[in-house]
């Protein structure tokens, strides 16, 4: 999946239908972004100055080699491999935590996309010139 987004803190930008955060995408500070899937995270970090703009997040979650982007800077290493049940936009699954930033464009492929990412990020930073 790809999202352009510009948020704060603590804000769900997916999660799976069912359970809370057992797959989910949530910014944990005001530099972190993690990816969740069965109590193992993966997680990234950008410099806390440029947290209130426009960023491009990019994730492929397969268990032992995922993925997890922001503004065309990756990191990989593992999360679990639980099934999502259906996805919940903008908000934990309960919808108790909504989303307060702004999701421009969110891009969710149900296969692995690994060897298209780089051609997916340059297309919507090519339409929305974030790096």
């Known amino acids: 999946a790809s999202i352009v987004f510009n ?34 995270p993966l997680v990234h970090s950008i410099a806390p100055d440029v947290w209130g703009d426009r960023h491009l997040t990019s994730f492929v979650s397969d268990g032992a080699n995922s993925k997890l982007g922001i503004d065309g800077s990756f990191t990989s290493g593992t999360t679990g491999t639980d099934p999502m049940s259906g996805v919940t936009l903008g908000s934990a699954a309960t919808g108790l935590i909504p989303l307060q930033g702004t999701m421009q464009e969110v891009v969710i492929y ?19 010139s974030i790096y």
Do not use: C, H, K, M
Not at 11 to 38: A, C, Q
Not at 110 to 128: K, P, V
């Open 7 to 40: 948020s704060p803190t603590g804000d769900f930008f997916f999660d799976d239908d069912n359970d809370v955060n057992v797959n989910s995408l949530w910014t944990i500070s005001t530099d972190t972004i993690r990816l969740y899937n069965n109590n193992i």
């Open 110 to 128: 149900g296969s692995n996309q690994s060897a298209n990412l780089s051609d997916i990020e340059t297309n919507i930073n090519a339409f929305y």
